[in-house]
């Protein structure tokens, strides 16, 4: 397996604009996350799925950022409009049970630069 | 939020030497798990222990899990230059099994 694929990898942006980040899991975990690090703020889960389902979306920052998994294999974080304070690196993870007994594995990060 | 809090922040060491690290975490979890990040890369998995092991090996790795104090420490054993990265506890809380990570440790092991 190709493991958990993020795209693009890096990404600059203008303020304002529309910036959607992609996911790929590793086909047959069954959840999902996302996770925003920064120097300042460390990593810190935005959103979680279980089986496409959202399950928690309480560290989503605001109403400009949105998740979405249509299928088990693809998820999108979209951020618009767009703004410099949301310049960080974003990952996206996958685990096979939950993360209830099962470790995650992380793609290479997709990093925003919004200027 | 942050569940989880790594102590030191940063630690230096000589080739050879052992490693401690520390996390603290608040609320009561199903397991506790270690990640390892180099620069510019996503997170690697390490040792996962649950709530109701105490101690766990892998390897030069040793985690030990104190339910009572809610910490927990991993210890690398005769470090190498190689094992220079920042490294991150994470608790799986909750019936949802929110999977959430601490602000990380640098550690910097010397040739």
């Known amino acids: 397996d190709a493991g958990v694929i993020q795209s693009p990898r890096h990404e600059v942006t203008e303020m304002g604009q529309e910036v959607t980040l992609r996911c790929k899991p590793i086909?047959?975990?069954?959840?999902l996350f996302w996770y925003r690090q920064t120097m300042m703020r460390g990593l810190e889960l935005l959103i979680y799925?279980?089986?496409?389902?959202?399950?928690?979306d309480s560290g989503m920052p605001e109403d400009r950022f949105s998740a979405k998994m249509p299928n088990a294999s693809f998820s999108t974080l979209k951020i618009q409009p767009s703004e410099p304070r949301d310049s960080a690196v974003y990952f996206c993870?996958?685990?096979?049970?939950?993360?209830?007994?099962?470790?995650?594995?992380f793609g290479q990060g997709t990093r925003l630069t919004v200027v | 939020s942050q569940q989880g809090e790594e102590d030191p922040q940063a630690l230096s060491i000589q080739e050879g030497e052992n490693a401690t690290m520390n996390c603290s975490y608040k609320?009561?979890?199903?397991?506790l798990q270690w990640y390892r990040q180099n620069s510019g890369r996503g997170l690697v998995h390490l040792i996962l222990?649950?709530?109701?092991?105490r101690e766990k090996h892998s390897g030069r790795l040793r985690v030990t899990l104190d339910t009572s104090k809610k910490s927990s420490s991993l210890l690398i054993t005769a470090s190498r230059a190689a094992d220079t990265a920042s490294y991150f506890c994470?608790?799986?809380?909750?019936?949802?099994?929110?999977?959430?990570f601490g602000k990380g440790i640098t550690l910097s092991v010397r040739p």
């Open positions: 993870a996958s685990s096979g049970g939950g993360a209830l007994n099962t470790e995650a594995f």
């Open positions: 222990i649950r709530s109701n092991e």
């Open positions: 994470a608790t799986v809380s909750g019936a949802n099994s929110k999977l959430t």
């Open positions: 799925f279980n089986n496409n389902v959202p399950i928690d």
């Open positions: 086909s047959g975990h069954n959840s």
């Open positions: 609320t009561s979890i199903n397991n």
